[in-house]
């Protein structure tokens, strides 16, 4: 989890979209996290945090009091703010909720150092300097400062991770009892991860979880054996629901979206459910006239589908994501761009049929575009670069990685792009120094990702000095990074984050 201060996939650790898991070793599923954040704010959580100077001595330095790291494992009882028995293991799940919590009074220093730990004006304003992976460790010290944490302005924008495992208590007659998630309540979460479970325990949730009913904005589903009847109960029964993710699901049909999609979703995203075909498409369209935002992985939707979508959501849906949708072609594009001429956001990663003909497609008719993902489609060239760099001038992020048919011609285009601050060339093998000495004139660049890279030499990375207002530079396998050159950037790109 990440304070306040503010998807071949994005950092090698990191996915481009979706969730993480906290700590952050992505997709390490196990026990319970939450998550949130841009790719720039999933890397700093892998810095370590400091204590804020705020901390009187006698606290910042106690040895006893539990401020982890962010390496420290997060458990269910963590996030429900339930102390841990001495010596337990923070993977299980305890929800005894009257494990003794040190008083303010056996807290150390003087008195007015005690008074200064419980003000909550102090209290406020210091836990604002944690991750929520810390806080959640914190509101364990004592009940003055669970009082501050559990405000659900500390919880604003994440996501519990919840898997099936884990919702229950194993109780001494080997019955299970479903766990108290009047803590998640408190902080006032209003979207919640499920990861494997079935439609009992949906329905379990849905009792036990005060804010289910009117309260819960978001649910995603995971690698779960939801059916038509459960998906069906779960939409009937969460009314406030607008946001929904079913990912891994392959047990509900889509008979069951026609009958349980809700026109009240604005929001809907399915990935690797093998029941997914144009039909779900169609239900889609005519079932959400409020759409804003579509992401969809399906390996057998084709052409067709895209011309489902009415004028209701060309109107509406500012977001279009096709992930590895292998049929999809150049017609396919066709139809997307007259059933969708508002689109902002629009993702092709891995639909390998689309050519340059389909980006020019893209580029005459979606001029309001300002992300556009290419990755993974081989038959890029370095024509559609020019069809990009002509047309698409609010374009702010271009994601090309695994183009393999782009070269340094194509950088040329794209350095005429004045308004583009993320560009990512993972695994280009083409590019070479040449080409980067292109991006140079590039002064509104604030991302630039050349991992996996094989022909960039250190001599050409260490121009990209050239561009001071870099944010983040990321040279994973990148054989021309050496320990030198990112010396030598930390001391000419001070403000720049260089992922090695």
């Known amino acids: 989890m990440s304070n306040p201060r503010n998807g071949d996939t994005k950092p090698p650790c990191l996915p481009r979209n979706g969730l993480v898991k906290i700590p952050t070793q992505p997709n390490g599923l196990g026990s319970a996290s939450i998550t949130k954040g841009t790719p720039a704010v999933k890397n700093r959580l892998c810095q370590p945090s400091s204590v804020p100077a705020i901390l009187s001595p006698a606290l910042a330095h106690r040895s006893d009091l539990p401020i982890p790291s962010l390496a420290s494992p997060l458990s269910l009882a963590a996030l429900a703010g339930v102390s841990s028995p001495p010596g337990a293991s ?52 004592c009940k003055a400062w669970r009082r501050v944490l559990y405000q659900p302005k500390f919880w604003v924008g994440l996501t519990p991770v919840l898997h099936t495992k884990e919702l229950y208590n194993i109780l001494p007659g080997g019955e299970k ?38 309260g819960v904005k978001s649910m995603s589903l995971k690698r779960s054996t939801i059916t038509d009847a459960g998906l069906e109960v779960m939409l009937e029964q969460m009314q406030g629901v607008v946001r929904l993710e079913l990912s891994g699901c392959n047990d509900f049909t889509e008979a069951g979206l026609w009958s349980s999609l809700n026109a009240r979703i604005t ?32 390996y057998h939707v084709t052409d067709t589908a895209l011309a489902y979508f009415t004028a209701k959501q060309g109107y509406t849906t500012h977001t ?23 689109l902002s956001v629009l993702s092709l990663s891995g639909c390998s049929k689309v ?43 271009l994601v090309l990685d695994r183009c393999v048919r782009i070269t340094d011609t194509g950088l040329s285009y794209l350095s005429t792009m004045s308004s583009l601050r993320s560009l990512y060339l993972r695994w280009c093998c083409q590019v070479q120094d040449f080409g980067l000495k292109h991006l140079l004139s590039m002064g509104s660049l604030r991302l630039l990702s050349l ?8 001599t050409g990375l260490s121009g990209l000095v050239q561009l001071q207002e870099l944010e983040e530079l990321e040279l994973t396998n990148c054989p021309g990074a050496t320990p030198e050159l990112f010396k030598y950037f930390s001391q000419h790109l001070p403000c720049c984050m260089v992922i090695e």
Not at 94 to 112: D, Y
Not at 270 to 289: E, K
């Open 355 to 397: 050519t340059d003909d389909g980006v020019e497609l893209v580029a005459e008719n979606l001029r309001k575009l300002r992300s556009l993902d290419l990755s993974w489609c081989p038959r890029i060239t370095d024509m559609a670069l020019e069809y990009i760099a002509c047309d698409l001038h609010k374009l702010e992020e």
């Open 177 to 214: 009892e479903f766990v108290s998630l009047q803590g998640f309540a408190v902080r006032g979460f209003d979207g919640f991860c499920l990861v494997g479970v079935s439609d009992l325990d949906i329905c379990e949730f849905i009792d036990n979880y005060p804010l289910s009913k009117k």
């Open 267 to 298: 929001a809907l995203s399915v990935s690797d459910c093998i029941n997914v075909a144009d039909d779900a498409i169609a239900a889609i369209s005519q079932l959400l006239p409020n759409l804003t935002e579509l992401n969809l992985q399906a």
């Open 451 to 458: 991992a996996g890279c094989p022909l960039l030499t250190t």
């Open 90 to 141: 923070l993977v299980g799940l305890n929800t005894s909720e009257g494990s003794e919590q040190p008083s303010p009074e056996r807290l150390p220093g003087s008195p007015l150092e005690r008074q200064l730990a419980v003000d909550e004006k102090i209290l406020n304003r210091l836990f604002w300097y944690f991750s929520a992976c810390e806080k959640c460790v914190l509101a364990q010290v």
């Open 320 to 342: 279009l994501r096709l992930n590895s949708c292998w049929e999809i072609t150049n017609h396919g594009v066709v139809n997307m761009v007259h059933s969708l001429p508002n």
